[in-house]
């Protein structure tokens, strides 16, 4: 149940990036809170089901674009189509997020370039393309999904720790240019998730505080949380669903 | 290296809790630099084998047994070393405890209880840089390190009093050299990770931290704990002309921990390309 302040009714959200974990229960959490929705991933059976998943589960608007969401052309094309669709963009979620774990002398650059193409540039390209549309609106909420390995180091995890350190930074960077445009820009730091057809590792379990690991829903309700009006006043900050995680060495 | 001239040549420099672990790998560090030493903590047989130390590698060395949460004491620290050494250059603020002793659950923790974990290892260091702060003003100079812990930065179960103080220790450090900048007095923070400190300690206590020894390996990136002088060589730079423009700021020794810390240390997962595309 989402509090009364919190509600998205009226409000347009569009959920970008490809990501295993996150799209599906990002735009259901939006949707059930009200808000219309719009998803641009890859075209694939998951974008499909995602969308067709928050239209059953809530009854509200969803439309899925098939994005190369590595290429800033098409992704200008899909939030053409958001706008065309539903007159306006009021909430971004930039939920890219590739795995992608090796020795770093052993990285070759086109597989560096791609962990940085879709868990860095795909925000880059669709905090562009809906920033000039948040501008004219004077409104809007961003809110980037990124790791807490945008702020801690990982052995074998060099590329994916630099993209997601830079999604944090452009975060920042602009929570502070768009500070006096209305529009907020925040991110939700993640720790470990259970994912489909990946066991869990006991060992990481036990080290995590809360001793299990989160499931994809449960970061939802903060999406929900730092898309509605209530937030106007928090910018360019970073905040974790992580079972306590980030807190202990 | 310089084997002529120390670059601490002449400096005064007060350590507190210089009896042991941390404060007497400074001492010794320090001293080898041409540094005289001045250390103050309770108990005195260890005070003396520090400045011992001292002498054998050429220092001067004064002992003040003092208890740093006693502020009568503190300011008669700063007394003492003024009339016996002339001057004071450097602070450094080294005192403090981690209890060997088995933590207790929070609801059995006494007032008396915080108040000593609070008092030892955050308001000494606050006590010791007053005492000594009218005398860096009106000196127009001075150094104050404070010594915090990467519990500092992070939380750790039971640890109350420990990890809350070191926090402030570190935001002291920061209000301290905001403060003072004006008066040309630096403050500066060592932030030490998990270091075997233990050795000149009861024996009881060195059990227990021998046992925790192995469960904090593996908080560690580089596979073990630090020794006293991966502190030590940090006092001599944050003590030497080296540092001069260096104020506020937090240097951090702890084999890594403190830039890890999302998984356990050993953990290096290999995932392709392939499988982690969406």
């Not at chain 1, 098409?74 to 020795?103: C, M, S």
């Not at chain 1, 549309?133 to 994916?160: D, F, P, T, W």
Request: glycine share 10%; with cysteine; net charge neutral.
């Amino acid at each position: 149940m989402t509090a009364k302040a919190f509600l998205l009714k009226g409000k347009v959200a569009l959920v970008a990036g490809d990501s295993k974990l996150w799209t599906k229960p990002v735009a259901a959490a939006l949707a059930g809170a009200y808000a219309d929705i719009a998803i641009a991933a890859k075209s694939s059976p998951k974008l499909t089901e995602a969308v067709e998943a928050v239209r059953e589960e809530t009854g509200r608007k969803a439309i899925a674009i098939p994005t190369d969401v590595t290429n800033p052309t098409q992704v200008q094309g899909a939030v053409h189509q958001v706008i065309a669709e539903y007159g306006r963009i009021d909430i971004l979620v930039n939920a890219g997020d590739i795995h992608f774990f090796q020795p770093f002398v052993e990285i070759k650059s086109a597989e560096w370039d791609k962990v940085m193409d879709y868990n860095f540039n795909s925000a880059l390209n669709f905090c562009r393309a809906t920033g000039k549309q948040m501008l004219e609106q004077k409104n809007g909420r961003i809110i980037n999904i990124v790791s807490g390995l945008a702020e801690r180091g990982m052995a074998n995890g060099s590329a994916y720790c630099v993209a997601m350190g830079g999604v944090l930074q452009l975060t920042r960077a602009l929570a502070l240019e768009w500070a006096l445009q209305g529009i907020t820009v925040n991110a939700i730091g993640t720790g470990w998730f259970t994912e489909p057809g990946n066991p869990i590792d006991e060992r990481l379990a036990r080290y995590i505080p809360v001793r299990r690991y989160g499931e994809p829903e449960e970061i939802g309700s903060l999406v929900v949380y730092l898309a509605s009006d209530v937030t106007e006043f928090t910018t360019g900050q970073l905040m974790y669903v992580d079972g306590g995680l980030m807190a202990h060495a | 290296m310089s084997v002529e001239k120390g670059t601490l040549d002449g400096k005064v420099i007060i350590i507190t809790g210089g009896g042991t672990g941390l404060g007497r790998s400074m001492a010794f560090r320090l001293a080898e630099e041409g540094a005289d030493i001045v250390v103050a903590a309770r108990r005195l047989p260890p005070l003396e084998e520090t400045a011992a130390g001292v002498r054998e590698r050429g220092g001067k060395a004064l002992v003040v047994p003092t208890d740093v949460t006693d502020t009568a004491q503190v300011n008669s620290l700063i007394e003492k070393t003024l009339a016996e050494m002339g001057k004071i250059d450097v602070l450094i603020n080294n005192a403090g405890i981690v209890r060997g002793e088995r933590p207790k659950f929070m609801w059995e923790i006494s007032e008396q209880d915080w108040r000593i974990g609070i008092d030892v290892n955050l308001s000494s260091a606050f006590y010791c840089s007053r005492a000594v702060s009218k005398y860096f003003a009106d000196r127009k100079g001075g150094n104050i390190i404070m010594v915090a812990s990467g519990e500092g930065f992070r939380g750790q179960r039971n640890s109350f009093m420990y990890n809350t103080a070191k926090a402030g220790v570190v935001n002291l450090t920061r209000v301290m050299a905001l403060t003072l900048a004006e008066y040309n007095i630096r403050v500066n923070c060592i932030v030490p990770g998990f270091v075997d400190t233990y050795e000149y300690q009861p024996e009881e206590y060195q059990k227990v931290m021998a046992e925790r020894r192995a469960t904090r390996k593996l908080f560690v990136p580089v596979g073990h704990t630090g020794k006293p002088d991966d502190i030590g060589y940090v006092a001599v730079f944050l003590c030497s002309d080296a540092s001069d423009y260096v104020t506020a700021g937090c240097f951090i020794s702890d084999g890594g921990g403190l830039a890890g810390g999302f998984a356990t240390t050993g953990y290096a997962p290999v995932v392709s390309l392939k499988e982690g595309l969406a």
